[in-house]
């Protein structure tokens, strides 16, 4: 038998002659439709096999001895800088008073005055310096033991070194009447001069990834046994009667990386609806106004570790705010917010007489962030194989043929069946 008669009984295609072949007008326009609609389903498989799609996993964060960076940006326009103090504590019992690296402070004129930045020349209260005095000088420090940062051992040689000194021995301070020191770089008249100004925190920290707190709160802080407290007697005794309070515009508040604005569009932040804000920090842009010297906020934060893991991350390179696998590591969060006085008493004002307030605390503003055990991980992924395209297109061009044969098929034997009919009828 031939080798080429093998394969014919195998022909699942059987072909007809072309004198057998009939070509008509409406096959003409089925054929043309058909060749449109395959070209436009075949570039929409393609624009879909192009297209990339985010998928979330939901793991256990296997994280440990991790360190958490906490990006904030918060203006307070009726508190001076040399009131206001930042603090950062947690639960392994690691304690940051008055933070002052990577943190700037703003001083801002009064919001009377337009509130703009104050020049850069005069963003000190202490510009005077003991550089004129006696080489032998060696200031007391009035009954505190001289602070290990002290630029001559064992000496308060500044107004700033006496109140550091009183802060490490839990002692208020007050204005610092009666120290040689502080008259003598006139603290208290300069202290004055700032009282109507406002303050602008702006920086990062670097904080345990365990449960904690951060705070901005008036005076110098210390610890008294077990207690975090605060020298609030500048606080409370203004001169001429004037009043701080604890305003508030949180400009920016992130814990990790800001995520890169291509990566917010194609998760589809920027034109997304309220209920679906992934990775947007939801206490940006909030503002709290208050004329209550004695209101307390409280901001309570969850935050939950988040990974984005771009198309092809596994050989990225090492760039900024990225790992060296070349994934995004940042954390999203929630919030909620609780503000109080710390004269006691109800909300019958709000309609809520029912809802009891405690007395006493430290005014200023808390935020407690509590750690999800919980990491969400945003990959990119294509949505389909390529296979799965080849698949699709040769689903398109079959299933596009068979509906145009079938079409054909049947104007075909519709137009034969009236020719029929009217033949009869002649």
Request: proline share 4%; charged share 25%.
């Amino acid at each position: 038998m031939p080798a080429r008669s093998r394969f014919t009984r195998l022909d699942a295609f059987t072909k007809t002659v072309d004198e057998a072949r009939i070509r008509t007008t409406s096959g003409g326009i089925v054929t043309i439709v058909s060749l449109l609609v395959v070209l436009f389903l075949s570039w929409g498989e393609w624009v879909d096999y192009r297209r990339i799609v985010i998928h979330p996993e939901l793991v256990v964060d296997k994280g440990r001895g991790e360190r958490m960076e906490i990006h904030l940006n918060v203006t307070f326009p009726h508190m001076p800088c040399e009131l206001l103090t930042l603090d950062v504590m947690d639960v392994s019992g690691e304690q940051q008073h008055g933070v002052a690296h990577g943190v700037n402070k703003v001083r801002l004129r009064p919001e009377s005055k337009g509130g703009g930045v104050i020049d850069s020349s005069s963003l000190a209260l202490h510009t005077e310096t003991a550089e004129h005095l006696d080489p032998n000088y060696c200031g007391g420090c009035y009954g505190a033991a001289a602070p290990p940062n002290a630029k001559k051992a064992g000496c308060c040689n500044s107004c700033d070194e006496v109140r550091e000194a009183y802060a490490t021995q839990g002692w208020a301070f007050g204005r610092g009447e009666g120290v040689e020191q502080c008259e003598r770089e006139h603290y208290a008249e300069k202290l004055d001069e700032q009282r109507e100004e406002g303050c602008r925190i702006e920086g990062s920290l670097q904080v345990n990834k365990v449960v904690g707190n951060f705070h901005f709160a008036p005076g110098r802080s210390f610890s008294s046994g077990n207690m975090h407290v605060h020298d609030l007697k500048n606080y409370w005794e203004t001169p001429n009667g004037e009043k701080h309070d604890f305003t508030h515009n949180i400009h920016q508040l992130r814990f990790g990386p800001q995520v890169p604005e291509h990566i917010k569009q194609k998760m589809g932040v920027v034109k997304s609806m309220p209920w679906t804000n992934h990775h947007v920090n939801p206490l940006d842009g909030v503002r709290q106004t208050t004329l209550d010297s004695n209101l307390n906020y409280m901001y309570f934060v969850k935050i939950v570790p988040t990974s984005y893991l771009a198309l092809g991350w596994e050989k990225a390179v090492q760039r900024l705010g990225r790992a060296a696998d070349g994934s995004i590591e940042t954390h999203q969060y929630s919030v909620t917010s609780h503000k109080r006085s710390l004269a006691g008493g109800n909300d019958a004002a709000e309609g809520h007489a029912e809802r009891q307030h405690s007395k006493g605390g430290i005014p200023g503003v808390f935020f407690s962030y509590d750690i999800s055990p919980m990491k969400v991980i945003n990959r990119e992924e294509q949505s389909k194989t390529f296979l799965g395209f080849l698949a699709g297109l040769c689903a398109i061009v079959g299933g596009t043929l068979t509906v145009a044969a079938a079409v054909d098929r049947g104007l075909f034997e519709g137009a034969t069946r009236l020719k029929k009919m009217r033949s009869k009828d002649l």
